[in-house]
């Protein structure tokens, strides 16, 4: 055999083994996910709240009615019906359609709408940013302890990392078409309808990538992703939701401003600046992911600093201009309010994980020409990613009811 014949087989075979070693991971990761479903949550997150031991499956309870009675509302309470049409309801139906109803059959339609949110957004990134970035990211999330803790339950929040997956997959896909920009908007509609109304926050990124990408001829584009917004959020409110406009509006106002008054944070300057500098730590990422929110930090600024060409359309900066706008508009959307409990910064996890994969991306491929010396990059990153591993574990492994 040829010398480089055989110096290329040989890569060749590292290669799969290497790939297949990385995927047993990624499998393992996920696996554990279903281990031990029935048991009750972990207590280590309750100094945040106690939402995990009570919001839960009170959000499908709609469901479980109607298999066991044949009746999504058999007492004619009509309060909680925004519950009854999300997407977290529609999931557990069919799971409890396949099995008995049950806490274990809720939670595993929970981590299905998480688990195929992720997937959705991983396929999206890989498809512009390539293989290594999307393993790097999905490494991330997977050993995420929040994410993990929180997408055993299903939270609505879950339904919301779906839709989020969806529609940054859609998007990427079909981001130079018109339709694909009209389709984008209507599944930012429906992650705030059917998933969390905070997911309209996606609006804004959806926006700015459409700026970017067409510059003075937006405003087509631009117009379509508004009217498939508009267009979803009212066939949803007037067929799904069965046309209770009234109603519906009560209950956001109610958990809106009614429940626990004007955000603070819009009141003044020296509020919104208190509110901006807290969200960290009473949402639980400075306290469980400081490393991530550094790493992602950090990418930004490379971005910035590396790669000035990303003020030039391409179509792989694509992703990190949405995942930019992703997070920085999800923090601003959510830090003036008041009630910002653990699981609202959620799907701020996926942004973060992905600007954190393209910045180890960087670090690792030394032909890109760097105006800092590399050491001065890869140092901060292995540093960061060996403090988001180390707590993440630490958490995992921690004692129950320990904080």
């Known amino acids: 055999m040829d010398s480089r014949a055989e110096f290329g087989y040989h890569l060749d075979v590292t290669g799969r083994i290497k790939t297949v070693g990385i995927l047993g991971v990624l499998l393992v990761l996920v696996s554990l996910r279903f281990v031990n479903l029935e048991s009750d949550p972990p207590l280590y997150f ?20 109607q298999v066991l009675y044949d009746q999504w509302n058999p007492f004619g309470y009509h309060r909680w019906d925004v519950f009854k049409h999300s ?15 049950s806490r274990m059959v809720a939670n595993v339609a929970a981590l299905v709408l998480q688990l195929g949110g992720i997937a959705l957004f991983l396929f999206g990134w890989r498809r512009l940013r390539g293989d290594r ?6 490494g991330l999330l ?19 990392i779906f839709f989020c997956g969806l529609m940054f997959f859609v998007f990427v896909r079909y981001h130079d078409k018109l339709w694909g920009a009209a389709l984008a908007g209507a599944l930012v509609a429906l992650a705030a309808l059917a998933g969390k109304l905070f997911g309209a926050l996606l609006m804004a990124p959806l926006l700015v990538t459409l700026f970017y990408q ?88 490379l971005i910035l600093v590396t790669t000035p060409e990303v003020f030039k359309f391409k179509s792989e900066f694509v992703p990190l201009v949405f995942a930019a706008s992703w997070l ?11 009630h910002r409990p653990m699981r609202y910064s959620l799907f701020l996890y996926l942004p973060m994980s992905a600007l954190g994969a393209y910045a ?23 540093w960061f990613t060996l403090l988001y591993t180390g707590t993440q574990v630490v958490i995992s492994f921690a004692k129950f009811g320990d904080r």
Not at 46 to 65: K, M, S
């Open 46 to 65: 309750v100094g945040h709240g106690q939402d995990q031991l009570t919001d839960p499956y009170h959000l499908t309870f709609h469901a479980r009615n």
């Open 87 to 101: 997407i977290v309801s529609a999931v557990a139906y069919g799971a409890f359609s396949l099995a008995t109803p």
């Open 133 to 138: 970035e999307a393993l790097i990211a999905a």
């Open 142 to 160: 997977l050993i995420n302890s929040t994410l993990f803790f929180y997408g055993r339950l299903p939270f609505l929040e879950n339904g919301l």
């Open 214 to 301: 067409h510059r003075q001829l937006a405003l087509k584009p631009v117009l379509c992703a508004l009217g498939g917004f508009a267009g979803a959020g009212a066939v949803f409110i007037l067929i799904v939701n069965g046309g209770q406009v009234t109603a519906l509006m009560s209950y956001y106002t109610e958990q809106t401003v009614g429940m626990y008054g004007a955000p603070p944070g819009l009141s003044s300057v020296s509020n919104f600046f208190k509110m901006f500098a807290t969200f960290g730590g009473e949402s639980g990422l400075a306290e469980y992911t400081p490393a991530l929110i550094l790493l992602s930090l950090f990418s930004l600024i």
């Open 328 to 338: 920085i508009v999800g923090v601003l959307g959510l830090m003036p309010f008041l």
């Open 360 to 382: 180890l991306n960087l670090a690792w491929q030394t032909k890109v020409r760097f105006r800092i010396h590399l050491p001065w990059i890869a140092l901060p990153l292995i």
